[in-house]
């Protein structure tokens, strides 16, 4: 018995030995195939990387001029519908020229995080000669304001937008199809000193100005013998507008006072004040109610005190006076950031006027399902100016300027296969590829979630799944913020300077000194 148990243990170690060896090489084998996958990652990364650096500086040095022959397709704005159609329209077969009274691109959602020192206001613009030195196709490019369309002419009339002007200042530009993507401008409600107090955040000199007000508020509140009642309402910093732009200020101007001011102004701490106030019943009327709700909560915990179901009935140059569930009373203030909603510029209003029959909206013009504005067969308008069943987006805009580049590919084919029509042997064929070519596809938004910052390194975000939606909030969230807004900035310049704001903001703070 004892010769054979020797025999069956043998037999067994000798049958169990192999797999114990192979399961203590599996992780080995595991960790190397880790490690080569890992180095292959970083290699093909800073390839990329490098490679992109040197397309950047490095643009076509002698575009085709402009072709006589070719449609001249005129942008109007820089923003994101202008831009985005920029970016994808096929300047082999048109002549491109862009007008716009600033010579960038914005990325406006990280235009609250420039107010405090948290980025950079030149990492989130892109130049737009960026993009069309980049296109084998000359592009042109002027820093002016369009002042007038005419319609019947085909024409619009220029001036020249820079404080600094030669002796030529108008001029006129023939198009054959025009793009109006010249986004809105601030809606004030008609309340009496809202444009001479308040500040914007739309603009970059929005952010510039907002950061030099902050700054020299709470350089004051600092002053020698200031009184307690001034000190208390210079540190009281204002948000009108409880949507994204309002509620993503709050939250930055929060992280500026607890993570920075603290430090380097410890005699007034517990001073400073954050109040939002809003006239619909919640902020982000957008979200769902679970994230309003956790939102709601995470001011509560950050002490910013939110005012909802209140109207500013008029801003003073100290106090505002608010009409609200209690009553009607004033609060006094050191600074004031009115962010509640958009309204038409002049120049949509007063094209508006010259379509009384099919432009019968004021907050902005009518279009068809295929963006073409209604009463014209060749102006198209995007973005904010626009007048559609979506959200004025920045997604939606963007979606549709690309649509509108595939639409205008899709119209010069057009314009080729009947050229070929007259001549063609076989003319069925040539008749089907036409067919084919006029089904134009109307315009349709897929829209990609919602996100929002609410402060101390949480978000929120409201993402499409199926027939429903998910709802998700926390640092993970604020996590998947960073790289969705990464992800979509215009260029890779543009992100490593983001990256790299984050990184001296990580480790070195925000600067605090007054531009």
């Given at each position: 018995?004892?010769?054979?148990?020797?025999?069956v243990?043998?037999?067994?170690?000798?049958?169990?030995?192999?797999?114990?060896?192979?399961?203590?090489?599996r992780?080995?084998?595991s960790w190397s195939l880790?490690k080569?996958?890992?180095q292959?990652s970083?290699?093909g990364?800073v390839?990329?990387?490098?490679y992109k650096m040197?397309?950047h500086?490095?643009?076509?040095?002698?575009?085709?001029p402009?072709d006589?022959?070719?449609?001249?397709?005129?942008i109007?704005?820089?923003?994101?519908a202008?831009t985005?159609?920029?970016?994808?329209i096929d300047?082999?077969?048109?002549?491109?020229?862009?007008?716009?009274?600033?010579n960038?691109?914005?990325?406006t959602?990280?235009?609250?995080?420039?107010?405090?020192g948290?980025?950079d206001?030149r990492s989130?613009?892109?130049?737009t000669r960026f993009?069309t030195?980049?296109?084998?196709?000359?592009v042109?490019?002027?820093?002016?304001?369009?002042t007038?369309?005419?319609p019947d002419q085909k024409?619009?009339t220029i001036?020249?937008?820079?404080d600094?002007?030669?002796?030529?200042?108008?001029?006129?530009?023939d198009?054959d199809y025009l793009v109006?993507?010249?986004?809105a401008?601030n809606q004030?409600f008609g309340?009496?000193g809202?444009?001479?107090y308040g500040?914007?955040?739309?603009?970059?000199?929005d952010a510039?100005?907002i950061?030099s007000k902050l700054m020299?508020?709470?350089?004051s509140a600092?002053f020698?013998?200031?009184s307690p009642e001034?000190?208390?309402?210079?540190l009281?910093?204002v948000?009108?507008?409880?949507?994204?732009?309002g509620?993503?200020?709050a939250?930055?101007?929060?992280d500026f006072?607890?993570?920075?001011?603290t430090?380097?102004?410890?005699?007034l701490?517990?001073k400073?004040?954050?109040?939002l106030?809003e006239?619909m019943p919640n902020?982000?009327?957008?979200?769902?109610?679970?994230?309003i709700e956790?939102?709601e909560?995470?001011?509560?915990?950050q002490?910013?005190?939110?005012h909802?179901?209140t109207?500013?009935?008029e801003?003073k140059?100290?106090?505002?006076?608010?009409?609200?569930p209690?009553g009607r009373?004033?609060?006094?203030?050191?600074?004031?950031?009115?962010a509640?909603?958009?309204?038409?510029r002049?120049?949509?209003?007063t094209?508006?006027?010259?379509f009384?029959?099919?432009q019968?909206?004021?907050?902005?013009?009518?279009?068809d399902?295929?963006?073409?504005?209604?009463g014209?067969?060749d102006?198209?308008?995007?973005?904010?100016?626009?007048?559609?069943?979506?959200a004025?987006?920045?997604?939606?805009?963007?979606?549709?300027g690309k649509?509108?580049?595939?639409?205008?590919s899709?119209?010069?084919?057009i314009?080729?296969?009947?050229?070929?029509?007259?001549?063609?042997?076989?003319?069925?064929k040539?008749?089907r590829?036409l067919?084919?070519?006029?089904?134009?596809k109307p315009?349709?938004?897929?829209?990609?979630?919602?996100?929002?910052?609410?402060?101390?390194?949480?978000a929120?975000?409201d993402l499409?799944?199926?027939?429903?939606?998910?709802a998700?909030?926390?640092v993970?969230?604020?996590?998947?913020w960073?790289?969705?807004y990464?992800?979509?900035?215009f260029?890779s310049r543009n992100?490593?300077?983001?990256?790299t704001d984050?990184t001296?903001?990580?480790?070195?703070g925000?600067?605090?000194s007054?531009?």
């Amino acid at each position: 018995m004892n010769r054979l148990s020797r025999r069956v243990s043998t037999s067994v170690f000798r049958l169990v030995r192999p797999w114990r060896s192979y399961s203590t090489q599996r992780p080995r084998h595991s960790w190397s195939l880790f490690k080569k996958g890992s180095q292959v990652s970083a290699i093909g990364f800073v390839g990329y990387t490098f490679y992109k650096m040197y397309e950047h500086s490095h643009p076509v040095l002698n575009p085709l001029p402009p072709d006589p022959a070719k449609k001249t397709v005129v942008i109007l704005g820089s923003g994101w519908a202008s831009t985005s159609l920029l970016k994808s329209i096929d300047t082999d077969l048109y002549n491109v020229i862009v007008v716009s009274p600033r010579n960038y691109f914005l990325f406006t959602p990280l235009l609250p995080s420039c107010t405090v020192g948290t980025v950079d206001v030149r990492s989130i613009v892109e130049p737009t000669r960026f993009i069309t030195r980049h296109k084998k196709n000359e592009v042109l490019v002027y820093e002016a304001e369009c002042t007038e369309i005419d319609p019947d002419q085909k024409q619009i009339t220029i001036i020249d937008a820079s404080d600094i002007k030669g002796s030529q200042i108008s001029s006129v530009i023939d198009y054959d199809y025009l793009v109006i993507g010249v986004g809105a401008q601030n809606q004030t409600f008609g309340i009496e000193g809202v444009e001479k107090y308040g500040c914007f955040l739309k603009e970059v000199w929005d952010a510039q100005k907002i950061r030099s007000k902050l700054m020299d508020c709470i350089e004051s509140a600092a002053f020698p013998e200031q009184s307690p009642e001034e000190v208390k309402r210079l540190l009281h910093m204002v948000v009108v507008g409880g949507g994204p732009t309002g509620i993503e200020y709050a939250a930055e101007l929060h992280d500026f006072l607890v993570d920075d001011l603290t430090h380097w102004y410890p005699e007034l701490v517990g001073k400073i004040k954050i109040t939002l106030i809003e006239a619909m019943p919640n902020v982000l009327p957008a979200f769902s109610k679970q994230l309003i709700e956790y939102t709601e909560s995470t001011f509560k915990e950050q002490n910013i005190d939110l005012h909802t179901k209140t109207a500013v009935k008029e801003v003073k140059e100290r106090e505002i006076i608010i009409d609200g569930p209690g009553g009607r009373s004033s609060i006094p203030y050191g600074l004031l950031v009115w962010a509640t909603g958009n309204t038409s510029r002049p120049l949509i209003k007063t094209l508006m006027a010259k379509f009384p029959a099919e432009q019968t909206l004021k907050r902005g013009l009518i279009v068809d399902d295929w963006l073409r504005m209604k009463g014209t067969d060749d102006i198209f308008v995007l973005g904010d100016a626009s007048a559609t069943k979506y959200a004025p987006t920045a997604q939606v805009a963007s979606q549709q300027g690309k649509y509108l580049a595939r639409v205008f590919s899709k119209f010069h084919r057009i314009e080729y296969l009947s050229s070929l029509l007259e001549t063609a042997q076989d003319k069925k064929k040539v008749l089907r590829k036409l067919e084919k070519a006029k089904d134009i596809k109307p315009f349709h938004y897929s829209h990609q979630g919602s996100l929002c910052y609410v402060g101390s390194d949480k978000a929120i975000a409201d993402l499409p799944l199926g027939p429903g939606n998910v709802a998700s909030g926390g640092v993970a969230t604020f996590a998947f913020w960073r790289s969705a807004y990464i992800s979509n900035l215009f260029s890779s310049r543009n992100k490593w300077l983001v990256i790299t704001d984050w990184t001296k903001k990580t480790f070195w703070g925000r600067d605090i000194s007054r531009e």
